[in-house]
């Protein structure tokens, strides 16, 4: 009995590490969106001050490195309609006919324009 509940407790926790990073994923997107608005818009004050907790988390925390991981996670998503949905909140320019195969990493999202001749 003492042997079945610990191993319910190990799957449960592992389990948990699963599903850990889609939920940091949902945690630091708010903040993400309001860093790509001030990238866009660097004139607005108010969007720096908004911008500051995730640019503070990205440099030192995660060392550059939270940004691409959190790409590379995107474009894992079986949707495409999800995948350009995020990368639109991010910056992206995307025309509406514009399809994102699953898995193609893009790294500058900010920077993107894609389809319909946008500028």
């Given at each position: 009995m003492i042997?079945?509940?610990?191993?319910l407790i190990v799957l449960c926790i592992l389990v948990g590490l699963l599903y850990l990073k889609w939920a940091l994923i949902?945690?630091?997107f708010p903040l993400q969106v309001l860093y790509a608005n001030y990238q866009n818009d660097?004139?607005?004050?108010?969007?720096?001050?908004?911008?500051?907790?995730y640019w503070v988390l990205e440099h030192f925390v995660f060392r550059h490195g939270w940004?691409?991981?959190m790409l590379f996670q995107v474009?894992?998503?079986p949707s495409n309609h999800?995948?350009?949905?995020?990368y639109k909140a991010l910056g992206a320019h995307i025309g509406p006919k514009v399809v994102f195969h699953f898995q193609t990493?893009?790294?500058?999202v900010n920077r993107l324009f894609v389809g319909g001749g946008l500028l």
């Open positions: 042997m079945e509940k610990s191993l949902l945690i630091l660097k004139s607005n004050f108010l969007k720096k001050i908004f911008a500051s907790p940004s691409r991981y474009s894992t998503i999800f995948r350009k949905l995020i990493e893009i790294r500058s």
